[in-house]
């Protein structure tokens, strides 16, 4: 039982620098996520239960559709190795769309997965979007999916009180449309706080933060 007790408190040493934004935290623990770009603004709060499951409530402004979605989060598995951390998480969650005066129905589905250790880092996430409105001519697809994979790497090894520094490139597919969007972040950590400055390579900015408490 000792033993156990130390690896999991190693664990949480050696993964406390660590740039994470998991969607299910330790029991108690809150999460606020937010993703902006020039086009959508994304919030997340999340509230852990236990270990393995959260509740949360997503925010979403996209096309002049705002959405509002409680959801719940689910730890599927989670690897501690000795030196990295893989995770697989899954969400889902109802709640409505307001789109001018009306509101419409959406449901949501997400897979997410990651591994990371304290010089790389990757994560893979898809999004499923269930919609009732057919209104909106600027979001017009009633069952909207979206992936996004992030590679990352830091360039020096810091503590948890220390700034920690990471560089990321994040590709984006819309599965409706052939591009992909790429943007390159500076993702900055320290203590509870991260953040994340970017640039798309065809012009646009994009900023995001998570808070763990």
């Known amino acids: 039982m000792i033993s156990k007790l130390a690896s999991i408190f190693l664990s949480i040493i050696a993964f406390s620098s660590v740039a994470v934004a998991h969607p299910v935290s330790y029991k108690g ?22 270990p393995h499951f959260a509740v949360a409530a997503t925010y979403l402004r996209d096309s002049k559709s705002e959405f509002y979605i409680p959801r719940a989060n689910f730890l599927l598995k989670r690897w501690n190795n000795d030196d990295s951390q893989a995770n697989i998480y899954l969400s889902g969650g109802a709640g409505y ?34 919609r009732d409105n057919q209104d909106n001519t600027l979001f017009p697809d009633r069952d909207y ?17 220390d700034l920690n520094v990471w560089l990321i490139l994040q590709g984006e597919k819309h599965l409706n449309e052939a591009q992909i969007e790429l943007t390159q972040f ?3 950590y320290m203590k509870n706080t991260l ?13 995001n933060y998570m808070i763990h408490f």
Do not use: C
Request: hydrophobic content about 40%.
């Open 186 to 188: 500076l993702r900055f």
């Open 97 to 130: 769309e307001k789109f001018g005066s009306k509101n419409y129905g959406v449901k949501l589905a997400e897979f997410v997965a990651d591994w990371e250790s304290r010089k790389y880092y990757v994560y893979f996430e898809h999004l499923y979007l269930s």
């Open 195 to 207: 953040w994340e400055v970017g640039a798309r390579f065809d012009g646009g900015w994009a900023f």
């Open 145 to 161: 999916n979206h992936s996004k994979l992030r590679l990352g790497t830091a360039p020096f090894l810091a503590d948890y009180n």
């Open 29 to 50: 623990a809150v999460g606020l996520m937010s993703y902006n770009t020039p086009q959508m603004n994304e919030i997340l709060l999340t509230y852990s239960l236990t």
